[in-house]
T-cell receptor, first 108, second 111 residues
Framework: RKEVEQDPGPFNVPEGATVAFNCTYS??????FFWYRQDCRKEPKLLMSVYSSGNEDGRFTAQLNRASQYISLLIRDSKLSDSATYLC?????????FGTGTSLTVIP | DADVTQTPRNRITKTGKRIMLECSQT?????MYWYRQDPGLGLRLIYYSFDVKDINKGEISDGYSVSRQAQAKFSLSLESAIPNQTALYFC??????????FGPGTRLLVL
């Protein structure tokens, strides 16, 4: 079983839409969680960390459900510039595990 | 200037050749990592290092070796490159278990 699993998409949404991504992880001992953004052929960049109580950064909201072992990312009022691949990342012990990413295209 | 740099950015080589990818960081982080990224497989860990002289195997270390010569430098070697090592390679750094920061990547093509 993979450490981290994501729906690869693609998600194609119109500008202004709200879109949500989910990610599941297999190890209940995982201790930290992140969402990264990766633009085509570029390096991944941290979008936001995910805290147990949930957290928000502008149009982005991340939530963690430890009981069900999943994390989510909600993007409100989608912009064209949000088009990218979103990677779910889980820290377990000393290693970071990456999902394969979910592709988002925001359409004018 | 970028905090994490990788050289070369692109490389084409032939099967059987030895190749070295270099990573340098100015962030002062203790931990450094090498990943490869393949379409549909996501990022997979090759090797990681928590300090100078500390080397740990990751998920897919076969066919690779690394050297941590200084806190700021972590190099990845392919002793005898093969075509299925064609991939996008990323170096990353972190301070302890905090957020990872990635270099711009090296595109490697093995013919």
């Amino acid at each position: 079983r993979k450490e981290v699993e994501q729906d690869p998409g693609p998600f194609n949404v119109p500008e202004g839409a709200t879109v949500a991504f989910n990610c599941t992880y297999s190890n209940s001992a995982s201790q930290s969680f992140f969402w990264y953004r990766q633009d085509c052929r570029k390096e991944p960049k941290l979008l936001m960390s995910v805290y147990s109580s949930g957290n928000e950064d502008g149009r982005f909201t991340a939530q963690l459900n430890r009981a069900s072992q999943y994390i989510s990312l909600l993007i409100r009022d989608s912009k064209l510039s949000d088009s990218a691949t979103y990677l779910c990342v889980v820290l377990t012990g000393n290693q970071f595990y990456f999902g394969t990413g979910t592709s988002l295209t925001v359409i004018p | 200037d970028a905090d994490v740099t990788q050289t070369p950015r692109n490389r084409i080589t032939k099967t059987g050749k030895r190749i070295m990818l270099e990573c340098s960081q100015t962030k002062g982080h203790d931990r450094m990592y090498w990943y490869r990224q393949d379409p549909g497989l996501g990022l997979r860990l090759i090797y990681y290092s928590f300090d100078v002289k500390d080397i740990n195997k990751g998920e897919i270390s076969d066919g690779y070796s690394v050297s941590r010569q200084a806190q700021a430098k972590f190099s990845l070697s392919l002793e005898s490159a093969i075509p299925n090592q064609t991939a996008l390679y990323f170096c990353a750094t972190s301070r302890g278990q905090e957020t990872q920061y990635f270099g711009p990547g090296t595109r490697l093509l093995v013919l």
